[in-house]
């Protein structure tokens, strides 16, 4: 089913591409931007989940890692899969005082986890594992690959939409609605490509915090974890996430 959302996601962004591509250069703008989003897609299947972990200097750990709430990060992480009979995930932290988290990769066989060091310093151990068990159900449910992509692709169609501005000027008659055109795709285009974010998103992390409190064990550690994070995150500005909308889907808050 994840597969069949992944690719009607596709094929949406897709279709956006090659809508801003008509209003840019007409039929010609339209045939290089289905180039593009051809060659984009592919590109986002095998990377999207690696571009998103160095977007966020996001560093691997394991349990030889100097600080011991790290190693039990680790620990726990690599226990939590194991009971739920899933492959280990490459686990990271990324260097953000905001308490957050998110799981990325294309299958459950080459998945990331990564957490913040907000995140562990914040937390009690239970309240970690209870957040990172509901990432490793964004992996074992295998929404990781829509997540990932929708973040790649979505910010892809907003700078495609932002040039529109720039070069959807003049007076090309191939190009259908002049520049009030380019500029209403400007705005809607990535307008559109939020709400394809918003569609997939609620419903799958209601579904993560159900499967997560399984795999946890520990439902409560997990609303508990959610309620501080909400609290904290308001005081605390991630950066890299304000600089990168496309990929706030990803994030537990």
Not at 26 to 40: K, N, R, S
Request: aromatic residues 6%.
């Amino acid at each position: 089913m994840n597969h069949l959302k992944t690719f009607a996601l596709l094929a949406a962004m897709t279709a956006l591409f090659m809508g801003i591509g008509y209003l840019i250069g007409g039929a010609t703008g339209m045939a290089i931007a289905l180039v593009v989003a051809a060659g984009m897609n592919v590109f986002s299947y095998w990377n999207a989940d690696k571009i998103v972990l160095k977007m966020y200097r996001a560093q691997p750990v394991d349990e030889t890692h100097p600080n011991a709430v790290v190693r039990a990060y680790v620990a726990d992480v690599k226990q939590m899969a194991q009971d739920a009979g899933m492959p280990l995930p490459n686990i990271t932290i990324i260097p953000n005082d905001q308490p957050n988290a998110f799981a990325t990769g294309r299958n459950p066989q080459n998945a990331a986890v990564a957490a913040t060091t907000g995140l562990l310093d914040m937390l009690t151990r239970e309240e970690i594992r209870g957040v990172m068990a509901h990432e490793l159900a964004h992996v074992k449910n295998r929404d990781t690959l829509t997540m990932t992509v929708t973040a790649t692709v979505a910010g892809a169609i907003a700078m495609l939409a932002n040039f529109a501005l720039f070069f959807g000027g003049g007076d090309d008659r191939e190009r259908p609605g002049g520049m009030i055109g380019t500029i209403a795709l400007m705005l809607l285009a990535p307008m559109a490509a939020g709400l394809v974010q918003m569609a997939i998103s609620r419903t799958r992390e209601y579904e993560a915090d159900r499967v997560g409190a399984e795999i946890a064990n520990d439902p409560q550690a997990l609303a508990s974890a959610l309620q501080k994070i909400e609290a904290y995150a308001r005081g605390a500005v991630n950066a890299p996430a304000e600089r990168n909308p496309a990929t706030a889907h990803m994030f537990i808050i």
